[in-house]
């Protein structure tokens, strides 16, 4: 079975802190994705991976930024967190082209 | 770009009822998937239907690619089906329809 797994299912955190949030996959899969999801504007993707060190805006990156530096591992990062980022955030992989397999979701409040 | 609708946005039925939900894209597309995401969150790979039909026990789904739309169907509905489903289309990049939220009542 496909496996990702992201490192917290509930975090808190402070205005202007700098958060991590941690995605790894087993799959060998190229692209990796982050999405935001809430109330009434559904999944919005953040940003995406589909190689190494490669990275593409989607279409709400500002006050984002994404590191992948290994193949299995993708990590959003909010460099001074805001509490219009208070959400819910998902991780998924895919090889390319291909189906979607989600982590469980991180649930991010920013306070 | 290209649009994703989900209908209804809320359906609440009666345990044992059966549903339709659909997804309209307003263009050709690649491929099409339904995930359900449970009311803790997860979400949770149900059909990857580019065209045609697929069933997986209480759950079928249709892809009609030339008319533009997909349907998911529950039948004997179920308490655990509760949540939201979703419907995702990949053409330059996957594009999620807003959902349909699910209520079982027992």
């Known amino acids: 079975d496909v496996k990702v797994t992201q490192s917290s299912r509930y975090l808190v955190k402070r205005t202007g802190e700098k958060v991590f949030l941690e995605c790894v996959q087993d799959?060998?899969?190229?692209?990796m994705f982050w999405y935001r999801q809430d109330p009434g504007l559904g999944l919005r993707l953040i940003y995406f991976?589909?190689?190494?060190?490669?990275?593409e805006k989607g279409d709400i990156p500002e006050g984002y930024s994404v590191s992948r530096e290994k193949k299995e591992r993708f990590s959003l990062i909010l460099e001074s967190a805001s509490t219009n980022q208070t959400s819910m955030y998902l991780c998924?992989?895919?090889?390319?082209?291909?189906?979607?397999?989600f982590g469980a979701g991180t649930r991010l409040s920013v306070l | 770009g290209i649009q994703v609708e989900q209908s209804p946005p809320d359906l609440i039925l009666q345990e044992g009822a059966n549903s339709t939900l659909r997804c309209n894209f307003s263009?050709?597309?690649?491929?099409l998937q339904w995930f359900h995401q449970n009311p803790w969150g997860q979400l949770i790979n149900l059909f990857y239907?580019?065209?045609g039909t697929k069933q997986n026990g209480r759950l079928s789904a249709t892809t009609v690619a030339t008319e533009r739309y997909s349907l998911l169907y529950i039948s004997s509905s179920q308490t655990t089906d509760s949540g939201v489903y979703f419907c995702?289309?990949?053409?330059?990049?996957?594009?999620f329809g807003k959902g349909t939220r699910l209520h079982i009542l027992p």
């Open positions: 991976s589909y190689d190494v060190k490669m990275k």
């Open positions: 998924a992989s895919s090889p390319p082209g291909a189906i979607q397999y």
């Open positions: 799959m060998d899969h190229e692209n």
């Open positions: 263009d050709s597309v690649n491929n």
């Open positions: 239907i580019p065209s």
């Open positions: 995702a289309v990949n053409y330059d990049k996957i594009i």
